[in-house]
């Protein structure tokens, strides 16, 4: 699943659509298949967690959601996708140039969430997540706060719940406890939890800002080398050689995904059984 930092960077790859007029904009969806976004002008776009909204005039927002499958992709003034990827395409966003040709194009492939809103109506979609850490207003007390109302709550599961603090996905969620050293499993009242955050935060704006580093946690972009504990089930740990282990997800259960740790750096409880 895409995380914050994958949300913020296909916002930075879309901001060649800003201040351009539609000149073709289709949402092929169910609920807005006669939607039409031609002759409104895209004012801007922002995030939050791995939530995108994509401002256009005439206070109408575009709020799309990647999931699992959706995927942003560009093309530059006068291109088109292949063929073959256009039936894929459930939002299309043609624009003019300054010159009044083509100007780029956007195309959300295999997006799950689509919705037309009103701008003033965000809240409606947004309003229940916590802090992101990529925003300039992230609100880190409010962040602790949150994170831990319940002070029994494994980390892992308050890293992941998006009610807490949004942005951070599996693949974070592991890393951050590695690089912490902290079990997964952990309780959160246990954990320095300002000090978790700033690492998070740091981390996912060196990922989403710095060229090369996109979800690179060790520092070294060789394949197989990119990540501390994630997908590298029973391969030796980077930092002490113990083979990493791994239990798996339960299919529904956000809390419950796929965890990846090392035993001897990150000690504490063994996991959960499975229910």
Known sequence: MPEGDSVYVAARKLDVLV???????????????????SER????????????LTRF??????????????????????KWLPRDLMAEVRVLLRTASASGGDGPAAYGISMPIVE????????TVIGHLGPDPLRADFDADEAVRRMTADPDRAVSAVLLDQR????????????LCFLRGLNPWTPIGEVDVPALLRLGRTALHH?????????????????????????????????????????????????????WWCPHCQPGPEAPPRR
């Open 116 to 123: 037309l809103i009103r701008t003033r109506d965000e809240h």
């Open 41 to 52: 002008t895209v004012l801007g776009l922002d995030t939050h967690g791995k939530h995108l």
């Open 207 to 259: 990922s989403a800002t710095v060229r090369g580093a996109y979800q690179v946690t060790t520092g070294n972009s060789r394949r197989g080398e990119q990540h501390w504990v994630a997908g590298r089930r029973g391969r030796p740990c980077l930092r002490c050689g113990t083979p990493i282990r791994v239990v798996a997800e339960e299919p529904n259960d956000p809390e419950r995904r796929r965890t």
């Open 57 to 78: 005039s005439d206070d109408l927002t575009l709020h799309t959601h990647m999931l699992m499958s959706g995927t942003w992709t560009v093309s530059r003034q006068g």
């Open 164 to 175: 807490c603090v949004a942005g951070f996905g599996n693949l974070w969620v592991n890393e």
């Open 19 to 37: 201040g351009r007029t539609v000149t073709r904009g289709e949402l092929r969806v169910p609920r807005h298949a006669t939607a039409d976004l």
